[in-house]
């Protein structure tokens, strides 16, 4: 007879733990869903209030970078060019001939970038 009962104490206690386990599986299920719901909220974009003021900030950075790498092109183009130029006169002791034609030759370099960059740009505007 004490068999029984250590059998009938065991599924007791089975059952009590199955019941612990299931309520503990719940309460972390119901966890997970609230955090899963807290992290779509904090993922999800924001509606911008102004309207398109978030795009026109983009679209004036944008513009802002492409005029800045254009004068950096076309400064440099300018500033390297002629100081070959000179360079090559120091070398063959001439006359400022190789100055004035690659000062000539740097500005035609510049303006080419800079129409490169401009077209670029407007076609990759223009495909959005």
């Known amino acids: 007879m004490a068999k029984g009962k250590n ?4 599924s007791a206690a ?17 966890r997970l869903a609230k955090l899963s719901d807290a992290l779509e909220k904090r993922q ?13 900030r983009q679209s004036l950075g944008a513009a802002t970078n492409l005029g800045l790498r254009a004068l950096a092109e076309f400064v440099t183009a300018i500033v390297v060019a ?3 130029g000179w360079q ?3 070398w063959f002791k001439t006359g400022p001939i190789f100055l004035i034609i690659f000062l000539i030759l740097g500005m035609v370099a510049g ?3 800079v129409y490169r960059m401009a ?3 407007a076609s990759t505007r223009g495909s959005k």
Not at 14 to 30: C, F, H, P, V
Not at 44 to 56: H, M, R, T, Y
């Open 88 to 90: 090559i006169d120091a």
């Open 44 to 56: 999800a974009p924001s509606e911008p209030n102004d309207g398109g003021a978030d795009s026109a």
């Open 111 to 113: 303006l080419v970038n």
């Open 7 to 10: 059998t009938h104490d065991r």
């Open 14 to 30: 089975d059952r009590d733990m199955g019941r612990d386990a299931e309520s503990e599986e719940a309460s972390l299920q119901a």
């Open 119 to 121: 077209v670029g740009a």
């Open 82 to 84: 002629p100081l070959i």
